[in-house]
């Protein structure tokens, strides 16, 4: 009987220590699958995270049908780089419809946002976005003198969070002047449209004093700093008898291209401008940095960025190829024959 009732108390004992145990490896089975779905949530989650690429512009958005903006040009190119919108790439823009005051409080909306690098075309951009992040990396593509806006410490060096390409405006003034005095005929005295507050125009405005002398070329300024100066500059340009016309670059003409381009036709004033842009809308010529240049590389220091190099460490670069751009049509309607010599050089003609 006591031999019964001991065996009973072993068997007894020996399954509560086996249901204890039992209970241990389901605690620990639980944590083990508790940990195992955190982890896979948490990289689901970092697969998630798709990098966002904040567009800060100066003027209005592209419309259908138009000549497409930069950031059209920019996702064509990271396609061509590998990435796919809404895949591993996304983008949040803000435009200021050419009210330049807007600027400051989009880029801070965009900051907001958390980007992970935001995109500026010009000077006006690029300086709204310095002032509102230290940290975001920035990269601007059409910046004529980054240095003397205060963007970068150098072009070789950039430091801090900025870098770009710079279309060297400044350097070519020159060159826009020889174009035109080879394409129009006994050209003498030549109107430079310009802005004193912009300090990039105002630096295009100053190296085209010597070529001019070289070239025997007088120059009239037409400084206009606000667009409603623009009908009566002109009236004065056409009064001083300037026979063509030479337009920096600046965001007011930029963000006034098409009305630049109608006034110079008004006033039978044959005119080269920097960016082709204008000569789309109707300009006679362009001269400057190959079109697709500054957003191949660009594109190229967005994609070393997101992949963990620092703006400081990536150089500002500058332009290898340039273009000649001409309109036929308006040339046709100023009375002018492009002589062979400069429709040699074209890259592109409008017809």
Aim: hydrophobic fraction near 45%; charge should be positive.
């Amino acid at each position: 009987m006591e031999e019964t009732v001991w065996t009973r108390c072993f068997d007894y004992s020996d399954n509560l220590k086996s249901k204890i145990q039992n209970r241990k490896w389901m605690g620990l089975l639980a944590i083990v699958v508790t940990l195992t779905m955190c982890r896979a949530v948490a990289q689901a989650q970092q697969q998630a995270k798709v990098p966002m690429i904040g567009w800060l512009g100066a003027r209005s958005a592209p419309s259908q049908g138009g000549s497409p903006g930069g950031l059209v040009v920019l996702r064509r190119m990271l396609r061509d780089l590998g990435y796919a919108e809404g895949k591993n790439i996304a983008f949040e823009s803000r435009y200021a419809d050419n009210k330049l005051d807007r600027l400051p409080a989009l880029a801070d909306e965009l900051v907001r946002l958390k980007v992970d690098i935001l995109l500026t075309p010009a000077t006006a951009e690029a300086l709204a976005a310095k002032n509102a992040t230290r940290t975001i990396p920035i990269v601007f593509y059409t910046v004529p003198d980054p240095v003397a806006a205060g963007l970068v410490d150098s072009l070789a060096r950039p430091g801090g969070n900025i870098t770009g390409f710079t279309p060297i405006q400044a350097v070519l003034a020159g060159k826009r002047l020889e174009l035109l005095k080879e394409t129009v005929p006994k050209l003498y005295r030549v109107a430079v449209l310009w802005n004193p507050q912009d300090p990039e125009s105002a630096q295009q405005w100053k190296e085209s004093q010597l070529p001019a002398r070289e070239l025997g070329l007088q120059l009239h300024s037409m400084e206009v700093s606000s667009a409603d100066k623009y009908e009566s500059a002109f009236k004065e340009a056409t009064k001083a008898r300037s026979a063509a016309l030479a337009v920096t670059q600046s965001a007011l003409a930029v963000s006034n291209e098409k009305r630049i381009v109608d006034l110079a036709a008004k006033n039978r004033l044959p005119a080269i401008y920097t960016p082709a842009d204008f000569v789309d809308s109707g300009g006679l010529m362009s001269y400057g940095a190959d079109r697709d240049e500054p957003y191949r590389r660009v594109a190229s220091m967005v994609d070393k960025i997101l992949k963990g190099t620092k703006p400081a460490d990536i150089p500002v670069e500058q332009p290898t190829k340039f273009e000649l751009v001409i309109n036929f049509k308006t040339a046709k309607a100023l009375g002018l024959t492009i002589p062979p010599i400069v429709l040699m050089r074209a890259e592109r003609v409008i017809k």
